[in-house]
T-cell receptor, first 112, second 113 residues
Framework: QKEVEQNSGPLSVPEGAIASLNCTYS??????FFWYRQYSGKSPELIMS????GDKEDGRFTAQLNKASQYVSLLIRDSQPSDSATYLC????????????FGKGTRLSVIA | EAQVTQNPRYLITVTGKKLTVTCSQN?????MSWYRQDPGLGLRQIYY???????DKGDVPEGYKVSRKEKRNFPLILESPSPNQTSLYFC????????????FGEGSRLTVL
């Protein structure tokens, strides 16, 4: 059973701080990794994808991948109240038709 | 505008009354999928389709049916809904299965009494 684990939170950070969201996965041969943001009552929206070890930056967001440790993280710099949402980590297993595996999400609350 | 459209967005029904939730995408995506989302359980895949006339079960297919007669449409059918199918349902699509880059519909909140 391929698993993706996230701390459910809530993770509370003050406005302007760095929010760090973490995710571990069980399938060592997984190839691609994604972060989705879901506002309350809304649908998930893809915000970051990462395919190789290291960091990938997009605006205030940085995704970090460490395949040896089976660990992927999302950093949000200069956190804003509008970043308050649930963040879902998703992992694309290597094998055949196995679908994308989602974590249960971490709820982030940015306090003004 | 690129989008995935689901209907209805909200529905209250009674046990045993067949219903269909429609899903349509305008991006010419090959891959389409249905998820349900429940508190504490996260997103769980119900069925998916790699292309026209190709469908397969996800993690929680019991009580559901799907069809993919056209590339753009992927309806979810509940033949005899039960209260445990009360949930928030999302349809999603991507160019191919392997991209992992899913576009989600706005969701359909279903209540079965």
């Amino acid at each position: 059973q391929k698993e993706v684990e996230q701390n459910s939170g809530p993770l509370s950070v003050p406005e302007g701080a760095i929010a760090s969201l973490n995710c571990t996965y069980s399938d060592r041969v997984s190839q691609s990794f994604f972060w989705y943001r879901q506002y309350s009552g809304k649908s998930p929206e893809l915000i970051m994808s990462i395919y190789s070890n290291g960091d990938k930056e997009d605006g205030r967001f940085t995704a970090q991948l460490n395949k040896a440790s089976q660990y992927v993280s999302l950093l949000i710099r200069d956190s804003q109240p509008s970043d308050s949402a649930t963040y879902l980590c998703a992992v694309n297993p290597y094998s055949g038709n196995t679908p994308l595996v989602f974590g249960k999400g971490t709820r982030l609350s940015v306090i003004a | 505008e690129a989008q995935v459209t689901q209907n209805p967005r909200y529905l209250i029904t009674v046990t045993g009354k067949k219903l269909t939730v429609t899903c349509s995408q305008n991006m010419n995506h090959e891959y389409m999928s249905w998820y349900r989302q429940d508190p504490g359980l996260g997103l769980r895949q119900i069925y998916y389709s790699m292309n026209v006339e190709v469908t397969d079960k996800g993690d929680v297919p019991e009580g559901y049916k799907v069809s993919r007669k056209e590339k753009r449409n992927f309806p979810l059918i509940l033949e005899s809904p039960s209260p445990n199918q009360t949930s928030l349902y999302f349809c999603a699509s991507s160019l191919t299965r392997n991209t992992g880059e899913l576009f989600f519909g706005e969701g359909s909140r279903l209540t079965v009494l």
